[in-house]
């Protein structure tokens, strides 16, 4: 079992910028992946970022350029850069870890076995 708390959720205004922490306990050394998706009001959950055990990382592409996805082995902690926010950016902002070591699909929330209860992030424009 893996336990995930996300924080650094807030308001801020378009153009800026937050980092969300995902602090990971438990047996983390079975997460092979590690990634952060959102769900904003009526709309499904999607993938943000993701990174494999070895580092790699993937982005949408909505995000690609904007955040960073990064780890912190020795504090079992996960991070989320983002920056220049959007309004379309506002969502609900969810931890996710995977055991597997399947490559398919690294943003697929369907994928994710181990789940944060999340962190909102309201940006307003």
């Known amino acids: 079992q893996v336990q995930l708390v996300e924080s650094g959720g807030g308001s801020v205004q378009a153009g800026g910028s937050l980092r969300l922490s995902c602090k990971a306990s438990?047996?983390?050394?079975?997460?092979?992946?590690m990634g952060w998706f959102r769900q904003a009001p009526g709309k499904e959950r999607e993938g943000v970022a993701s990174?494999?055990?070895?580092?790699?990382?993937f982005y949408a592409d909505s995000v690609q350029g904007r955040f960073t996805i990064s780890k912190d082995n020795d504090k079992n902690t996960l991070y989320l850069q983002m920056n220049s926010l959007k309004f379309e950016d506002t969502a609900m902002y969810y931890c996710?870890?995977?055991?597997?070591?399947?490559?398919?699909?690294?943003?697929?929330?369907?994928?994710?076995?181990?789940w944060g209860q999340g962190t909102q992030v309201t940006v307003s424009s």
């Open positions: 996710a870890a995977d055991s597997s070591r399947d490559y398919y699909q690294p943003l697929r929330p369907g994928k994710y076995n181990y």
């Open positions: 990174l494999d055990i070895f580092g790699s990382t």
């Open positions: 438990g047996n983390t050394d079975s997460s092979y992946w």
